[in-house]
């Protein structure tokens, strides 16, 4: 497990995908011979169908059933390993580099504890980068 892994997930939890979990779904599939019907397109919209499921699961109440919530979430990412699956790419290569260009994106030390959104801590950056005061510190002669 990467350290990036172990800081992210306590030591009693194993992150997903894990090779017993992947195993398990292709039999499933295979067995039912859904894997014909396991489309990009399909398995796309499944995703967005589910994660709507899972929302839905708060929408009148912060205090969902819990039991719900799991199986809408486990339908989310199983649809997502589908998908994943069919299109040919590595979860934890993908996810890894989105990772690193949102943390490009939002600086740890300008985004730490806010909810902004990149247009938004973008412009500050310009402004702080272009602010008469952003030379050299201690640099008060403005010529």
């Known amino acids: 497990m990467s350290t990036f892994a172990r800081t992210l997930f306590p030591a009693s939890v194993t992150p997903m995908p894990s ?46 059933d819990q039991t719900r919530v799991e199986e809408e979430l486990a339908d989310v990412v199983t649809y997502c390993i589908h998908l994943a699956n069919r299109i040919g790419v590595d979860l934890d290569e993908i996810v890894l580099r989105k990772l690193e260009s949102t943390r490009v994106k939002y600086p740890a030390d300008q985004a730490r504890g806010r909810m902004v959104k990149y247009p938004q801590l973008a412009a500050e950056q310009d402004r702080a980068a272009n602010a008469p005061d952003a030379g050299v510190e201690g640099d008060t002669d403005p010529s």
């Open 19 to 64: 090779p017993a979990t992947l195993a398990a779904l292709r039999v499933f599939v295979e067995e039912r011979d859904w894997d014909q019907f396991h489309t990009p397109e399909n398995l796309a919209k499944s995703i967005a169908i589910e994660a709507a499921e899972l929302l839905e699961c708060f929408q009148w109440t912060a205090n969902a």
